[in-house]
């Protein structure tokens, strides 16, 4: 079974457009949306959250945060309606016992599976036929003490070829690990129930199809894929999903673009 895995830029186009999307077994579809494209757009997606969901956006006392929020529940809603041919107010979310948002009810026999990550002005939304999907993304910023949370959170293996990485390319490089890391635990649904440092997400060793292997305790590597991404030049992400599969194809901007507006950085 060959996997295919697509990243496409949200745009205009797409948050007026109704027409369905098609979901085929086998793939993956990851949507970055960058939130400043969409910031005079605020009252229309907040028209679309439940009551749920508005009263969560009170809750945040930043303005770019509330604008975040609308966005990233907005845009899942628009996506989501789209790939299940209903109007985005009508699709219904609930939240598993550990935390992790799905569908209250699916219409067909085929299962339907999303996750969605932010940082900083960006939003990753993933969507899949496979039931188990993950995806996380980190803006690139400077974190002074990435080598102390290195120490505590990565697994041995991931420990000794984080310490290989020439310095001027550790900062980088730990928001690699942390992005496969947050994604797989995203997948499972376990989120930081699962200690971090008891698996670890392979660097040097490269699965058949461009995919990163996951190991370690009640992992069945065979079973799950790991794909980094670069959504831009200052974020990284990854995402994992449960599937025997063994090669991947992709398409879209899976190794990043400068986003238009130049970059991120405020
Ligand atoms: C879910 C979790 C694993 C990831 O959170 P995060 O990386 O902070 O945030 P992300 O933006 O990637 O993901 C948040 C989204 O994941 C989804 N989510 C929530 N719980 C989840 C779970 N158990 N499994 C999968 N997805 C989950 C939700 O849609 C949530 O969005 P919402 O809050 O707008 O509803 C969380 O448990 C967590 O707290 N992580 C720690 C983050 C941290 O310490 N970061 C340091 C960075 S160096």
Not at 165 to 180: G, I, N, S
């Amino acid at each position: 079974m060959m996997s295919h895995i697509r990243i496409t830029e949200f745009t205009e186009a797409h948050f007026v457009s109704d027409s369905p999307l098609v979901l085929a077994d086998g793939e993956v579809h990851l949507w970055q949306v960058f939130t400043q494209t969409f910031q005079s757009r605020g009252p229309k997606l907040n028209q679309l959250l439940s009551g749920e969901e508005s009263d969560q956006l009170k809750r945040f006392y930043f303005e770019k945060d509330r604008t975040r929020f609308a966005v990233a529940h907005g845009t899942l809603r628009i996506l989501a309606g789209r790939y299940l041919n209903i109007p985005p107010r009508l699709v219904n979310f609930r939240k598993q016992s550990n935390g992790k948002p799905e569908l209250a009810e699916y219409r067909t026999a085929e299962s339907f599976s999303f996750n969605l990550s932010h940082s900083h002005q960006l939003v990753v939304l993933a969507f899949s036929r496979y039931p188990n999907l993950g995806v996380d993304v980190e803006y690139i910023r400077p974190m002074p003490d990435f080598q102390q949370i290195a120490d505590c959170y990565f697994h041995e293996n991931e420990r000794a070829a984080f310490q290989s990485v020439p310095l001027c390319k550790r900062e980088k490089a730990f928001f690699d690990y942390w992005t496969r890391k947050e994604a797989f635990v995203k997948a499972t649904g376990e989120g930081l129930s699962r200690p971090l440092n008891s698996f670890f997400t392979s660097i040097g060793s490269v699965k058949q199809g461009g995919m990163l292997g996951i190991g370690g305790e009640r992992i069945i590597t065979a079973d799950w894929n790991l794909l980094s991404f670069t959504p831009a030049w200052d974020y990284t992400g990854a995402v994992a999903f449960e599937a025997r599969t063994s090669l991947l194809k992709e398409s879209g901007h899976l190794m990043g673009k400068v986003p238009a507006g130049g970059t991120n950085r405020q």
